[in-house]
């Protein structure tokens, strides 16, 4: 008898680390846009004396006077408002990739659509794709005999 030999391929460097190095990349995106964003601030026209800064800390007049922390909160408020922007989209399209078996696939796209403006078209188009439209069929049939 022969043995099969089986030899199992080792995932890439890549695809092992996938979700790290999207962090990584993320956060130097993040840094390297705060980075660029600083030369299009001017926090103060004129430096603010220390009597201002009515707090304990050392570092919130240094953080708040840094162009560089003030390019980094943009740029995370701009990808915070791009993700949420996302998120938003693909759960108004998911009704649209589960409406094959509901025969009315344009329908429930223009319902995800127009649900962006008007949210209860949007609860339509899910309960157009949920309902088992032959089952309610049946029902409807056995119950008008």
């Known amino acids: 008898m022969a043995q099969d030999i089986c030899i199992e391929a080792k995932p890439s460097f890549l695809s092992r680390h996938k979700v790290k190095f999207a962090v990584v990349v993320a956060l130097l995106?993040?840094?390297?846009?705060?980075?660029?964003?600083?030369?299009?601030f001017v926090i103060h026209h004129t430096d603010i004396?220390?009597?201002?800064?009515?707090?304990?800390?050392?570092?919130k007049p240094k953080l708040l006077d840094a162009p560089v922390f003030i390019g980094a909160l943009t740029m995370i408020t701009i990808t915070t408002l791009a993700l949420v922007i996302w998120g938003?989209?693909?759960?108004?399209?998911?009704?649209?990739?589960h409406s094959a078996h509901t025969g009315q696939p344009k329908l429930v796209f223009w319902l995800c659509m127009l649900g962006f403006f008007y949210g209860w078209l949007w609860i339509a188009a899910i309960i157009i794709v949920v309902i088992d439209w032959e089952k309610l069929s049946n029902v409807i049939r056995r119950l008008t005999r």
Not at 30 to 39: E, R
Not at 50 to 59: A, Q
């Open 88 to 97: 938003y989209w693909k759960l108004h399209s998911l009704p649209k990739k």
């Open 49 to 59: 004396p220390d009597s201002y800064w009515t707090t304990t800390s050392v570092l």
């Open 29 to 40: 995106l993040i840094g390297l846009g705060s980075v660029g964003l600083s030369s299009a």
